[in-house]
């Protein structure tokens, strides 16, 4: 008097559950380098205090010292690092792109 129940369909789903984080895992790297190959500066900020997540080589460079060492500017407000971003409107621009999603240029 035994029992058996056949897993086989739970195994197929955790394999393909699997391979689809290590592609996940794969595709992440790959934007993760070519963002930080480009030449093209990229800063991303939050959308309600406009802090820093995340900048690229090529962002940094266009920053003066000491603002220009990796990760020097995460966690800091747009203010801290662009002089005058707030009495130039240049926080009031990422304020409307926040707001409507919609981009400038």
């Known amino acids: ?5 056949d897993v086989t369909a739970r195994v197929e789903a955790d394999l393909a559950r699997e391979e689809l984080l290590q592609l996940a895992a794969s595709q992440r790297q790959l934007l993760q380098s070519l963002l930080e190959h480009v030449a093209v500066g990229i800063c991303v900020v939050d959308g309600r205090e406009f802090r820093v997540k995340w900048s690229n080589p090529a962002y940094n460079d266009m920053l003066e010292p000491p603002l220009n060492v990796p990760g020097s500017i995460v966690g800091k407000c747009l203010e801290e690092f662009v002089p005058g971003a707030e009495t130039e409107g240049v ?12 981009g400038v240029f």
Do not use: H, K, L
Not at 1 to 5: A, K, N, R, V
Not at 91 to 102: C, K, N, S
């Open 91 to 102: 926080t009031a621009i990422f304020r409307r792109v926040a707001e409507t999603g919609e």
């Open 1 to 5: 008097y035994g029992s058996t129940i």
